[in-house]
């Protein structure tokens, strides 16, 4: 069983277009997040929820808009996809209410490539 | 903001050699320091963390040091292993009142030559 599943693992796209990407962790965890790595592999946050509530937004495009349905589940949808969007979005969870000293848990990864 | 800066890009080591990640942090309130491995087509896994009241941690083959009065920690491996071969990344956290966030370094592409 996978811990943190986040599909799809390939995304390819066209400039303009909207997309989606969902993640699912099974391990009970309280708070999820989104990370952005760009080509020169530098990981950032991008956003954290807890139990369903967001907690860090980092200065993301209004076209970036995470939902959380259930603490169990973190969404992410891009509007009007740029050319600049193109990372591997990774999702990952922690134990606690983002608290330091709590081990995040990665998925692999979704590879998104905009055209 | 916290700003993670970690040292060398890439690393090549020979199998069975030892091979030493260095990182320095510019906020002296972080207190949490953990390293992680990615390997291809994977999520970072945590390896091993160091908090700020302790100035080193030893996990069989993998170490951490902390100075804290100069700001930096390194990632330390010994006797390293093909499966060594991952992206290794530094990481430091501020504490923020449960909005504590990890600031990550460049990465480090390690390269054990068998």
């Known amino acids: 069983d996978t811990a943190v599943s986040q599909t799809p693992k390939y995304l390819v796209t066209q400039m303009g277009n909207d997309k989606s990407i969902k993640c699912e962790q099974n391990?009970?965890?309280?708070?999820m997040y989104w990370y952005k790595q760009d080509s020169k592999k530098f990981l950032k946050i991008m956003f954290s929820?807890?139990?369903?509530?967001?907690?860090i937004n980092e200065t993301v495009p209004n076209r970036f808009s995470p939902k959380s349905p259930d603490k169990a589940h973190l969404n992410l949808h891009i509007n009007s996809l740029e050319l600049g969007d193109s990372a591997v979005y990774f999702c990952?969870?922690?134990?606690?209410?983002?608290?330091?000293?709590?081990?995040?848990?990665f998925g692999s990864g979704t590879q998104l490539s905009v055209l | 903001g916290e700003n993670v800066e970690q040292h060398p890009s890439t690393l090549s080591v020979q199998e069975g050699d030892s091979a030493v990640i260095k990182c320095t942090y510019s906020?002296?309130?972080?207190?949490?320091f953990p390293w992680y491995k990615q390997e291809l087509g994977k999520g970072p896994q945590l390896i091993i963390d160091?908090?700020?009241?302790?100035g080193e941690k030893k996990d069989q083959r993998i170490a951490v040091t902390l100075n804290k009065t100069a700001k930096h920690f390194s990632l330390h491996i010994t006797e390293t292993q093909p499966e060594d071969s991952a992206v290794y990344f530094c990481?430091?956290?501020?504490?923020?009142?449960?909005?504590?966030?990890?600031?990550f370094g460049t990465g480090t592409r390690l390269t054990i030559i068998p």
């Open positions: 391990l009970g965890h309280d708070t």
């Open positions: 990481a430091a956290s501020i504490p923020n009142f449960g909005n504590e966030k990890l600031t």
């Open positions: 990952a969870s922690s134990q606690g209410a983002g608290e330091i000293n709590e081990k995040l848990f």
């Open positions: 160091i908090r700020s009241n302790v």
């Open positions: 929820y807890n139990n369903k509530e967001l907690i």
């Open positions: 906020d002296s309130a972080s207190n949490y």
